[in-house]
């Protein structure tokens, strides 16, 4: 845990709610938790709006990744900078170019690690790496459905893929040049989650043509808008045989040793409901990314989900030989220095400033209470209700400019500002 060294504002509460897990399929329960002033490189952020994500839902009542229960849900969070910790030397360096976050501001991103960072509270103290500043025009309740998985199709598609992202877009990204790797058919299966939003939106920018989107029919049209070249319904039967002659009727080449599909991007991780298809269409050379967790046996209300950890022991022996499946872990992302110091502080809101990347859309979980809202949300995931769409809640119904007036009026005067980043 990250030394403090800074006071809290007075005018913060010392503690705070924050939506808990205590253990596998028990209901979320309120727990108090003490507000953490922010350490060098950190802030503190009151949260106003969050998104749900499976992973609440894999962890609520799958236990996954719950270490030391009571444990704060929630990994997404969207609110308004309270105060800034002392600049520590990596986060300047890294942030020398941008305009300095301040008392204020408005910001979203992903914070998953500990209980002080987690979205499931009204106030989370987090290094300014794992935050967004919010673009002009956007709504929180928008912010708050990007990062996650917009981070996801960042960090995966070159380190599982190899697909080349490279950053800034130069401005021939899309057209002409390194032809080859542009034209290849990229399958995106699971396109209409949030994953797959983001991912077609990103290999579109990125110039990559030959996207095959798998989804529902009801989200074809605007799949297609997003990237995809062309649709199939995994509801439709032969759904794989579909795939796998239109591939090979467009192919301008034949004959060679490529794979038909040589990128896969599995954004759902289902065992019998994507990987086993999956099977049919990876062959010798073919490169599949699976998100983790492989989800076995899916949540019910009567029964605990089971998950794996590892793709590659799934399906072990239907695989054909040569297929390369690798687990997806974006939580790994800060690993990669270059990603940790610019993905959430920069690419991620100028992806959005630029148009490229246009939120999911929301759909609003309501409830009387923290408690409430939280428990609506997890009974949409358990019940797989979310299609297409990303739940987004309030944790604090009031703003900070309605709470916290004291505090932000630092902001407007310079000479009283804290310690600013
Ligand atoms: N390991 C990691 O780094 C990582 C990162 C991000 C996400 N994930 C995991 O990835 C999964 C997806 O996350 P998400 O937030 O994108 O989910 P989401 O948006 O909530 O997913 C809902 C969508 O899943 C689609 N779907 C369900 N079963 C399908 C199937 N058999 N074939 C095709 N589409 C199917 C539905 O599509 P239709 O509406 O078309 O029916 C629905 O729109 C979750 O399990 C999450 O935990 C892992």
């Keep these: ?53 499976p992973l609440d839902l894999h962890q609520a009542d799958g236990g996954l990744l719950i270490t030391n229960p009571p444990q704060v849900a929630g990994s997404t969070f969207g609110g308004t900078i309270l105060a800034l910790g002392p600049a520590d030397d990596d986060s300047s360096t890294a942030a020398a170019h941008r305009e300095p976050l301040k008392v204020g501001d408005k910001v979203f991103g992903m914070a998953w690690r500990e209980d002080r960072e987690r979205g ?20 929180m309740q928008e912010g708050v459905t990007v990062s996650t998985n917009l981070v996801t199709v960042l960090h995966c598609l070159p380190r599982d893929l190899g697909v080349e992202l490279p950053w800034p877009v130069t401005s021939d990204a899309n057209v002409e040049g390194d032809k080859g790797d542009k034209e290849k058919w990229i399958l995106v299966w699971g396109a209409a989650s949030s994953v797959g939003q983001y991912g077609l939106q990103v290999l579109k920018h990125w110039g990559y043509r030959n996207v095959i989107a798998v989804a529902s029919k009801r989200h074809h049209e605007e799949l297609l808008t997003l990237g995809a070249k062309v649709c199939f319904d995994y509801g439709e039967k032969g759904v794989t045989e579909s795939i796998r002659d239109y591939v090979l009727a467009a192919a301008s080449s034949s004959g060679d040793e490529q794979p038909a599909i040589p990128l896969i991007l599995d954004c759902i991780g289902s065992l019998e409901g994507t990987l086993r298809p ?26 605990a989900p089971e998950y794996a950890m590892d793709a590659t022991e799934v399906l072990k022996g239907e695989w054909k030989d040569g297929v390369e499946v690798r687990g997806v872990r974006t939580h790994h992302y800060p690993q990669n220095e270059f990603m940790k110091n610019h993905c959430q502080p920069d690419i991620v809101p100028a992806l959005l400033e630029q148009g490229v990347i246009k939120p999911n859309k929301q759909r609003i979980v309501e409830g009387a209470t923290l408690l409430e809202r939280a428990t609506n949300a997890l009974r949409i995931l358990r019940a797989g209700a979310q299609s297409g769409e990303k739940l987004v809640w309030r944790i604090d119904e009031k703003s900070a400019e309605e709470l916290f007036p004291g505090v932000l009026v630092l902001k407007a005067d310079p000479t009283t500002a804290e310690t600013i980043i």
């Design 120 to 139: 499931f509270q009204t106030f989370i103290t987090t290094p300014t790496y794992l935050m967004s500043r919010l673009p002009e025009g956007m709504t």
């Design 278 to 303: 999956l099977t049919k269409l990876a062959e010798k050379g073919t490169k599949v990314a699976v998100m983790l967790p492989v989800i076995t046996k899916h949540a019910s209300e009567d029964e």
């Design 1 to 53: 845990m990250a030394t403090t060294t800074s006071s809290l504002p007075t005018e913060i509460p010392l503690t705070h709610p924050a939506v808990a897990i205590t253990a596998a399929r028990a209901p979320y329960s309120i727990i108090n938790r003490a507000t953490e002033a922010p350490g060098p490189g950190e802030a503190l952020v009151h949260v106003e709006w969050t998104s749900s994500t």
